[in-house]
């Protein structure tokens, strides 16, 4: 069945900042029973930049991530407004958080990060033919950058040492691209 089986009775926003609305749904459900529904609007989509230069090494970004109160390890990514061009996004995210620009980019993944309660949607690129330059981190951000062979990163995502949804994804496929 691709026909939508909810019916949606009203909507109303109950917060909202400059990334995020978070709405209150009431519904009727797929069996016809009234409830209710919350959804986070992501106001950005998640753009994540795997870089590979020419002797198969890549870049992980490390930061503490307050939301989980944990350090992460994850590709270079961030927020791309709806409405401005994905590469363009995808360009800033790369320069700022490893100094790097690319001349080859390749998008490989369109992905929806939660479906349950967000619609957020996230989008994978490979960088390659790359040249190093100076990072321009947010002033927000405090980042370790660390080079590493591709298999490294991709022994991470098995050990369970990347957590992130949008790095295990892009990783995973890029190893299938990369011939891992």
Known sequence: MTENP??????STVYENPWIRM???DIVNPIGKEGIYGVVHFKNRAIGVIPIDKEG??????????????YSWEIPMGGGPNELDLMESA???????????AEKWTQIMKIHTS??????????????????????????????????????????????????????????????????
Do not use: C
């Open 115 to 180: 479906n349950s309660v967000t619609d957020e949607l996230g989008f994978v690129y490979m960088a390659e033919d790359l040249t190093q330059g100076e990072t321009e981190f947010e002033e927000t951000e405090v980042l370790q950058v660390k080079k590493l062979p591709f298999q490294e990163a991709l022994d991470m995502v098995m050990s369970g040492e990347i957590t992130d949804s949008l790095s295990i994804a892009g990783i995973l496929k890029a190893a299938r691209i990369l011939g891992f």
């Open 91 to 101: 360009k800033r995210e790369l320069k700022e958080e490893t100094g790097l620009t």
């Open 23 to 25: 709405e209150h749904h």
């Open 57 to 70: 090494n890549t870049w992980l970004i490390g930061q503490y991530r307050y939301a989980l109160k944990e």
């Open 6 to 11: 909810w019916q949606t009775l009203k909507v």
